[in-house]
């Protein structure tokens, strides 16, 4: 697997000189480690210490023990000729640095760490930039600050909806908005005169609607227009949309404009809250889920519309750095065959996915929402799982999906963590 590979490619030294080596045998391999010495910033101080090695640098600030590979130090330098701190890129030809690369002079005060290169440039780093930058300091890090949910937790957090009116003309309940779909992977908007225009103009206030197959803004009814379950009266079990597509749909919006009938109840369970059972009870399953790669698959021949889309990707997408989920790709609907990994791996991905499966239909993980006209819902594609029950009547939905990119975006500029 490809994270075996990596972990075995980051586990070989690539440089072994130092002043002072000890040769260490192991088998018909010779390793050689640095014998260094610590090094602190005062003589009364061990805040910050820091030690060379022959091909990096080692320190401990704030708790973190870090490494920093010499040719990345040099990579990442902020000075004026290396780094445009106006357009926040890099001006420094990557391919010019030397890989052997060593600093000619080291040097560590209370905040700062000081490296001089063989060519006189001088690199400087804040200690707590380093912190948050280095793979150590990564590991101990959220990328996106979440709150897992089952029904009970969810209904006791009293998550409010936010009004329309402040929705499209204040910062604030956007922001508001904004907040409680980042932390719970859905929000609601009240008061949403129910048409297709307004809730169009509605989504437009968070980002690009994203086009697909479908086309940007759709009208859904039972009507069997699409080759797709979705365009029927039947329940829908859980599941993610488009998985299908290389790269899922981030956003989806629902917003019913009429029913004239009973049920069609819609469904929402939080799947990293579903995951997280799976990683306490069976990490093993976890990591399975997350490293086999599965084909998901729509094909589409009903009038004019002829379509066949196929995904790839593993059910549960993580961070290798700290194993945070951020994609969750689950549709039972429109799983391909499998046929990308061999068959002594079957049963132990299909046991697998049983475990997951089990915690996403548990019902005190459902949560049941009657979507009515003026309430238009938001959910996070990548994270929460949506269904329905069956229904009679006419019942007509408009929505669209959002490029998860510009979401996060406009998140971003109002001040909060996506």
């Known amino acids: 697997m490809w994270c075996r590979r990596l972990a075995c490619l980051l586990s070989v030294p690539r440089r072994h000189t130092s002043h002072h080596l000890l040769g260490l045998s192991c088998g018909r391999r010779t390793f050689t ?25 080692e320190l401990r600030y704030a708790n973190t023990l870090m490494r920093f590979d010499f040719v990345w130090l040099r990579d990442h330098c902020r000075s004026a000729s290396c780094y445009n701190a106006k357009t926040n890129q890099r001006s420094l030809d990557t391919a010019s640095v030397d890989l052997g690369i060593k600093p ?32 150590e300091g990564q590991k101990q890090q959220v990328m996106h600050p979440r709150i897992l949910w089952n029904a009970e937790i969810y209904h006791q957090a009293q998550v409010p909806s936010v009004d329309c009116q402040s929705f499209l003309e204040t910062d604030e309940g956007l922001k508001e908005f904004l907040q409680n779909f980042l932390l719970y992977g859905i929000a609601f908007v009240e008061n949403v005169t129910p048409t297709k225009e307004d809730t169009q103009i509605l989504a437009e206030r968070i980002s690009l609607i994203r086009e697909t197959i479908y086309g940007r803004m759709w009208y859904f009814t039972s009507d069997f227009s699409r080759g797709d379950t979705a365009y029927t009266k039947l329940a829908l079990d859980r599941h993610t949309d488009t998985t299908y597509f290389q790269e899922p749909c981030g956003i989806q919006v629902f917003h019913c404009l009429k ?18 059972q799976v990683l306490r ?3 093993d399953q976890f990591e399975l889920l997350s490293k086999v790669p599965l084909k998901h698959e729509y094909i589409e021949n009903v009038g004019d519309c002829h379509n066949h889309m196929i995904g790839v990707g593993p059910v549960l997408n993580v961070y290798p750095w700290n194993n945070e989920l951020y994609l969750i790709r689950y549709n039972n609907y429109d799983r391909a065959v499998i046929n990308t990994v061999p068959y002594d791996v079957v049963n132990r991905w299909y046991t697998a996915h049983r475990t997951l499966t089990t915690e996403l239909r548990r019902p005190e993980n459902e949560l049941w929402v009657k979507l009515k006209p003026g309430k238009a819902l938001f959910i996070d594609n990548w994270r929460v799982l949506h269904g329905r029950e069956a229904f009679t009547g006419y019942r007509q939905l408009c929505g669209c999906y959002l490029t998860r990119d510009d979401v996060l975006n406009t998140a971003r500029l109002l001040g909060l963590q996506a």
């Open 33 to 57: 480690a640095a014998v260094a010495r610590w090094h602190h910033t005062a003589p009364e101080s061990l805040s910050c210490a820091w030690q060379l090695h022959g091909d990096h640098l």
């Open 104 to 135: 000619k002079a080291v040097r560590v005060d209370e905040t700062t760490l000081f490296l001089t290169w063989p060519d006189g440039h001088v690199t400087r780093y804040g200690l707590q930039w380093l912190v948050k930058n280095s793979y």
């Open 259 to 276: 029913h004239e009938g009973t049920g069609g109840r819609t469904l929402l369970v939080d799947g990293f809250y579903a995951a997280e």
């Open 281 to 283: 009870q069976a990490p």
